[in-house]
């Protein structure tokens, strides 16, 4: 029994590491910490982070608009770098 029950704990961890997505699913991320939004990305304090792939629906759910009405403020950044610019006020054309 013990056998058994050690041979499934090997198993289930075997199939967890393998579902750890690697460093290729992650993104550069754009976001503001609560309170640190002022309505311009220009004065709002934001953080870069990585973040997985599949996190960016989610982030994008309590995200901040900008300027547009329409456009999420948080995303990936620019050139997909650390240092890439965030999304910026849509200028009116």
């Known amino acids: 029994m013990k056998f058994k029950r050690s041979l499934l704990l090997l198993a289930v961890s075997a199939f967890l590491v393998s579902a750890t997505p690697g ?23 934001v953080l870069i982070l990585s973040i997985d792939v599949a996190a960016e629906d989610g ?20 050139d997909g770098t650390e240092t890439g610019s965030c999304p910026a006020v849509i200028q009116p054309q």
């Open 59 to 78: 982030h994008l759910v309590h995200s901040p608009i900008l300027s547009d009405g329409v456009t999420p403020a948080e995303g990936v950044t620019s």
């Open 23 to 45: 460093p290729d699913h992650k993104v550069f991320w754009c976001h503001y910490p609560p309170g640190q939004w002022t309505g311009d990305p220009t004065t709002s304090k």
